[in-house]
């Protein structure tokens, strides 16, 4: 019987060599980008507890409700999850470090989020994350820093016209859960006219009803109490304070009142970057905000932060593929035999050693087909090991570009592609 191959899980992507260029590129320049600003990485684990999600995002989010990757570790009955996103389990790892008592502290972090989402064009169950978190401070000059961060780097990656900044304020926890009674209320008022998902939120979480996209519900929507409305100075000033700043830096954004956030920890500002013009939810390429009473939410002592996290699936969308880097020598060999095999690898190795990336052909074939490969792979330069010409003590090497070929000791072949590659 055939077996049938086994695919990938749904929502869970391969990135071909092909895809790379961009996915490396990304990385190394926000890498280098938050460097400039002083933060160091941090990698913290794939698998956290699961109360460490489930408290502090919000038992009625969508994330903990339905998207978590939750399951029973069966060799010790513990409840675990794939973390779907990184800020709890960052304020985890720097409450637990005690070196970080006292001052700013501020890190990065990349790599796989799990949530159990519907999959479609840019929206992934395993999907991956650039983020960065500072933490130790209630300065506003830290969540402007960072967002100055951010449009440094769309500028780098060359993306800036591609996307827009909107900005909300939040208020403190106790002004914004006066403001889910005062919401639940008017939606309660108005439920006939909403959707059914909006109608469940009604009491769980009415601020998600804001950012519905559903268009009898935003109209409904439109007409509700505003948060700006009911905010003290305090919490306007902070807000305030950000825009002023942005604005001084020339950063353009857009005050959006309906911008929550899928996540209960924010407080005050809150921002989302998203692609120009699109006004569908996954095209939203990176958000962030104000965080001030998660750290005592998860036990910790006040460590109040703001941070960001980008998806890098669609910020790759975004950037022009770099050229793919072909190999500098197609190490051709024309005879099997022991002798000329060794001499081939021994070439490879020295080229190696200088920094040279050689493909060595490696199945056979006549020296016509191996030219072809080469050329169709792209390399500069290709180096010709025969039998009769390593009897002879010389090896070819030639530039594919113009063709100059010459003969030479095998053992000045890296000296020899180094020149031809650099003239
Ligand atoms: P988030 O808005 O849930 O925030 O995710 C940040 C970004 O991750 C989104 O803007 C989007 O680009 C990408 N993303 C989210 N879900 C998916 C998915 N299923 N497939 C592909 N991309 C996705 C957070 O995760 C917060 N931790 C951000 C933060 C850091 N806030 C403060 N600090």
New binding site residues.
């Given amino acids: 019987m055939k077996n049938t191959l086994i695919s990938s899980v749904r929502g869970m992507r391969d990135i071909l060599p092909e895809q790379i260029g961009c996915w490396q590129q990304l990385e190394k320049t926000a890498a280098d980008c938050f460097r400039r600003y002083g933060y160091g990485e941090l990698r913290t684990p794939l698998v956290e507890r699961l109360e460490l999600f489930s408290r502090q995002l919000g038992e009625n989010t969508d ?1 903990v409700q339905k998207e978590m990757y939750r399951f029973v570790d069966r060799a010790n009955g513990d409840e675990v999850a794939l973390r ?4 709890v389990s960052t304020v985890r790892a720097l409450l637990a470090d005690d070196r970080q008592r006292g001052g700013t502290v501020r890190v990065w972090y990349g790599g796989p ?1 799990f ?1 159990h ?1 519907r999959p479609q064009k ?4 395993q ?1 991956h ?1 650039l ?3 500072a933490l130790g401070s209630t300065d506003p000059a830290l969540d402007t820093e960072q967002i100055i961060m951010l449009a440094r780097l769309w500028r780098e990656l060359d993306i800036g016209d591609q996307l827009r900044l909107s900005i909300n304020n939040l208020g403190s926890s106790a002004e914004r859960a006066r403001y889910r009674d005062q919401l639940a209320d008017y939606f309660n008022r108005h439920a006939d006219r909403l959707d059914s998902d909006a109608r469940k939120r009604i009491n769980t979480n009415p601020l998600r009803i804001l950012d519905s996209k559903d268009p009898d519900t935003m109209t409904v929507a439109a007409s509700a109490p505003r948060l700006a409305e009911t905010l003290s100075d305090e919490s306007r000033r902070h807000v305030e304070t950000v825009k002023e700043k942005l604005a001084a830096a020339g950063i353009e954004f857009e005050e959006d009142p309906m911008l929550v ?3 209960d920890y ?1 407080n005050l500002t809150v921002y ?1 970057w998203a692609l120009a013009g699109d006004t569908r939810r ?1 095209n ?6 104000r ?1 001030d009473g998660l750290a005592e939410k998860i036990g910790g002592r006040p460590f109040p932060g ?6 890098m ?3 790759v969308d975004l950037m022009k593929p770099p050229p793919l880097a072909a190999a500098d020598c197609f190490l051709a060999v024309t005879d099997g035999d022991h002798a000329t095999a060794d001499t081939a690898d021994r070439v490879a190795e020295n080229c190696r050693d200088e920094g040279l990336s050689v493909w060595r052909h490696i199945g056979g074939g006549n020296l016509a087909r191996q030219l072809k490969k080469a050329d169709s792979m792209g390399t500069a330069l290709v180096i010709i090991v025969g039998k009769d010409e390593c009897a002879g003590g010389y090896i070819t090497i030639k530039r594919l570009a113009d063709g100059a070929q010459q003969q030479i000791n095998p053992a000045q072949a890296a000296a020899t592609s180094k020149h031809l590659l650099q003239t």
């Fill in positions: 994330m779907p996103e990184a800020t989020m949530r989402e840019g929206r992934y169950r999907f994350q983020g960065a978190e956030r899928g996540l924010y989302e996954q939203t390429v990176c958000g962030g905000g965080y703001c941070g960001f996290a980008l998806g699936e669609r910020i």
